[in-house]
């Protein structure tokens, strides 16, 4: 029997996703359908999500006739699910090239296929969803008040406290197990967040507000010679995964930042780091849902404006520093 796999959120199931899992169906005998849990969605999808509940969702993917199971994760991304089920078919929608599908290198390693396969026109999940919010305030304009961006910034850090406690948490912990574990760390960013990249690094070799030992971290992003030589001999996508190539190594971790959560350098890097069995944090704002779906964990600053993103990223760094300081100290006594 041919199992196809293929997943995603299904948050609102439209005609898009029907003719998607029709086509998918039938490379194959058996079609599972992996399904983000709610946890997972909330963290890939940001504020708002998900629309309807996973045992929901599941209701209505197994009442489909080209659907045969359906299995929830809680993780990010269905690699675990992938690797259990052992597909002979692995499948995603056209807005993934087989490049960025999660998984493709394990089902081809076992003599599988993998297709990304042309969407639907005129159906998109998220542009439903904007629909649904287009009521909702827009971003505020070059003309307006110092007071409205304040207001914006004290707005986005509220949510920030009352959301990313549990996840700051955890990933300061997966960076203190990478040190701990005699690995390093890697980090990535374009622009602001490439200054984000160093300073983070810099608090980690340095120190932040206490005296430990120093830990290992290199920001991809200051090596002049080695940043426009890459991009010159090969181009810019390959600008940190020529670094990763050299220096990431499995059992490290890789922080990837991207605003937008679709930096096409930043996703290669994310890639390329997953070939090599490092752990990725993704850092991005509320938009950046591909850059959540391809990392291992997630932040996802609560706001769509960058400014407002990278403010929250700064803070995220200085938490991480704090805690990881904390972790040392009590591992001292």
Same mark, same amino acid.
């Given at each position: 029997? @041919?199992?196809? $796999?293929?997943?995603?959120? $299904?948050?609102?199931?439209?005609?898009?996703?029907?003719?998607?899992?029709?086509?998918?169906?039938?490379?194959?005998?058996? +079609?599972?359908?992996?399904?983000?849990?709610?946890?997972?969605?909330?963290?890939? @999808?940001?504020?708002?999500?998900?629309?309807?509940?996973?045992?929901?969702?599941?209701?209505?993917?197994?009442?489909?006739?080209?659907?045969?199971?359906?299995?929830? $994760?809680?993780?990010?991304?269905?690699?675990?699910?992938?690797?259990?089920?052992?597909?002979?078919?692995?499948?995603? %929608?056209?807005?993934?090239?087989?490049?960025?599908?999660?998984?493709?290198?394990?089902?081809?390693? *076992? %003599?599988?296929?993998?297709?990304?396969?042309? +969407?639907?026109?005129?159906?998109?999940?998220?542009?439903?969803?904007?629909?649904?919010?287009?009521?909702?305030?827009?971003?505020?304009? #070059?003309?307006?008040?110092?007071?409205?961006?304040?207001?914006?910034?004290?707005?986005?850090?509220?949510?920030?406290? #009352?959301?990313?406690?549990?996840?700051?948490?955890?990933?300061?912990?997966?960076?203190?197990?990478?040190?701990?574990?005699?690995?390093?760390? +890697?980090?990535?960013?374009?622009?602001?967040?490439?200054?984000?990249?160093?300073?983070?690094?810099?608090? $980690?070799?340095?120190?932040?507000?206490?005296?430990?030992?120093?830990?290992?971290?290199?920001?991809?992003?200051?090596?002049?010679?080695?940043?426009?030589?890459?991009?010159?001999?090969?181009?810019?996508?390959?600008?940190?995964?020529?670094?990763?190539?050299?220096?990431?190594?499995?059992?490290?971790?890789?922080? #990837?930042?991207?605003?937008?959560?679709?930096?096409?350098?930043?996703?290669?890097?994310?890639?390329?780091?997953?070939?090599?069995?490092?752990?990725?944090?993704?850092?991005?704002?509320?938009?950046? @849902?591909?850059?959540?779906?391809?990392?291992?964990?997630?932040?996802?600053?609560?706001?769509? *404006?960058?400014?407002?993103?990278?403010?929250?990223?700064?803070?995220?760094?200085?938490?991480?520093?704090?805690?990881?300081?904390?972790?040392?100290?009590?591992?001292?006594?």
């Amino acid at each position: 029997m @041919k199992t196809v $796999f293929t997943n995603g959120g $299904f948050d609102i199931l439209h005609p898009g996703h029907v003719d998607l899992l029709k086509r998918a169906r039938s490379l194959g005998d058996r +079609l599972v359908v992996g399904i983000n849990s709610d946890e997972s969605i909330r963290r890939t @999808k940001g504020k708002g999500r998900p629309i309807v509940s996973q045992e929901a969702r599941k209701a209505v993917l197994l009442g489909l006739e080209s659907v045969d199971e359906v299995v929830i $994760f809680d993780e990010l991304t269905p690699q675990r699910i992938i690797e259990e089920i052992v597909p002979d078919v692995l499948v995603k %929608g056209g807005d993934w090239p087989e490049s960025e599908i999660v998984g493709a290198e394990f089902v081809r390693s *076992r %003599g599988g296929e993998v297709h990304s396969l042309p +969407l639907l026109d005129g159906y998109s999940t998220t542009a439903i969803i904007e629909s649904m919010n287009s009521t909702a305030s827009g971003e505020i304009s #070059a003309i307006s008040s110092l007071d409205a961006s304040i207001v914006e910034h004290q707005d986005a850090l509220t949510e920030f406290r #009352a959301t990313l406690q549990p996840q700051i948490e955890e990933t300061a912990n997966v960076i203190y197990e990478t040190f701990k574990a005699g690995k390093k760390v +890697l980090i990535c960013g374009n622009g602001g967040s490439a200054a984000d990249s160093q300073h983070l690094a810099a608090e $980690f070799v340095g120190r932040y507000e206490t005296e430990r030992i120093a830990m290992p971290a290199i920001a991809l992003t200051t090596d002049t010679s080695s940043l426009t030589a890459i991009t010159n001999d090969y181009d810019f996508d390959r600008v940190f995964v020529r670094q990763i190539e050299a220096l990431g190594n499995e059992g490290d971790c890789l922080i #990837a930042f991207s605003t937008s959560g679709n930096s096409s350098n930043i996703i290669a890097a994310v890639m390329e780091a997953r070939r090599r069995g490092m752990t990725v944090i993704g850092m991005t704002g509320s938009s950046g @849902k591909k850059l959540a779906g391809l990392s291992d964990h997630c932040i996802m600053a609560p706001s769509a *404006r960058t400014a407002r993103i990278q403010e929250c990223h700064i803070l995220i760094c200085h938490l991480w520093c704090q805690l990881v300081d904390s972790y040392v100290a009590e591992a001292a006594q």
